[in-house]
Nanobody, 119 residues
Framework: QIHVEESGGGLVQPGGSLRLSCAVS????????LGWYRQAPGKQREWVAR???????NYADSVKGRFTFSIDYAKNTVSLQMNGLRPADKAVYYC?????????????WGQGTQVTVSS
């Protein structure tokens, strides 16, 4: 059973920074896609950053240039460095991992971590 767990959320002032981390059980190399999504109150979940096994990282336009996705293969963790935070970035952030096997595709989600941007 794959386990995904986020950490690092909290309260930050506008313009501040936070770093989210996500620990993934199993080998990072076994996942076709790794990413971060977020869900603000009253809104649908949206993707923020996504890394595919082709080696490409994509960012939503709303975070491009401010957020950076990274992987620590030795620690089996993925991170999201968030700089220049805005009140609109307030949301629950979820780590996502997609695994493709001979049996099909499986999606794994963490429980989410709250990010609040407020003065």
């Amino acid at each position: 059973q794959i386990h995904v767990e986020e950490s690092g959320g909290g309260l930050v002032q506008p313009g501040g920074s936070l770093r989210l981390s996500c620990a993934v059980s199993g080998s990072i190399f076994s996942f076709a896609t790794l990413g971060w999504y977020r869900q603000a109150p009253g809104k649908q979940r949206e993707w923020v950053a996504r890394f595919t096994d082709g080696g490409t990282t994509n960012y939503a336009d709303s975070v491009k240039g401010r957020f950076t996705f990274s992987i620590d293969y030795a620690k089996n963790t993925v991170s999201l460095q968030m700089n220049g935070l805005r009140p609109a970035d307030k949301a629950v952030y979820y780590c996502y991992a997609e695994q493709i096997t001979a049996c099909g595709t499986s999606d794994y989600w963490g429980q989410g971590t709250q990010v609040t941007v407020s003065s």
